[in-house]
């Protein structure tokens, strides 16, 4: 990986590199070994494609738990919320790669998959020559762009997404009262790093509190709080990207200080704020 990325070691002998590929317009990295780590319920702007070199991770989904595996490949998209951990002592080491939506739509039009939205048909896929792929590419990338590496990780989004992938529409969010679900959480991106408070975003949807909070999980799968975490973890991850310290990137997005932005980048990330910074700069 590059020098800069570096590993950060974490408690019980855990690790976590976490890095920016700067080919094919930018593609985040992350190899980890993770043994006590409980990964919150969050989701991810990206997709991500991961398989695990050693261990069992234990995966949560709103429909389900799913337990990935040495040569099993690991298929989430954006917008999935989940959670991660592992249902034994011995922890899982994993590589995932987390390639944006254009990159997806870019290679399913290739592809000439059928117009929509890429997506995959199982989250959970036995297939070890694909996952000999996932960490191939992820090894080649390590180094830093060059022809040989852009070109294993074009080969396995299209493999992919070739063995797995389908388009469909996205479907509208639930409603609830006078305004829909979407219009709240839109809401909530407008008046970051300060959203309004259950009570008020209630009396905007025309509901009381718990309906708002019940329909609200409904349709994303975490209550109101927890999504406006997960905001401010996102927009900190870019204020990062952009060199600001980690101090002052906690307080622009709404946290109290860096020790609380730390506790939650590190609960949705897997790495704590100046050690993911150092792996995408």
Known sequence: MPESAGRTSLASGEFASYWRYGGLGGLDLMRAR???RRFARHSHETYAIGTLEAGLEEIRFADGVEYAG????????PGIVHTGESPTA????YRVLYPSVE??????????VPAGIPSFDRRMVPDARVARRVTAAHRAAES????AADSQLHALLTVVLGAYGTRRPRRPARSAGRRSMAEIRDLLHATMPNPPGLNELAATAGVTAFALLRSFRRAYGMPPHAYVTQLRVSKARELLRQGMPPAEAAVAVGFC???HLSRHFRSLVGVPPRAYQRGVQ
């Not at 011995?90 to 080491?93: E, F, H, I, S, V």
């Not at 990159?103 to 000439?112: I, S």
């Open 70 to 77: 040495i040569d099993d490949v690991v298929l989430i998209e």
């Open 90 to 93: 011995d922890g899982w080491t």
């Open 257 to 259: 200080d860096q020790s």
């Open 144 to 147: 830093g762009p060059s022809l």
């Open 103 to 112: 990159q997806m739509r870019e290679v399913a039009d290739e592809l000439g």
């Open 34 to 36: 993770f043994v006590r």
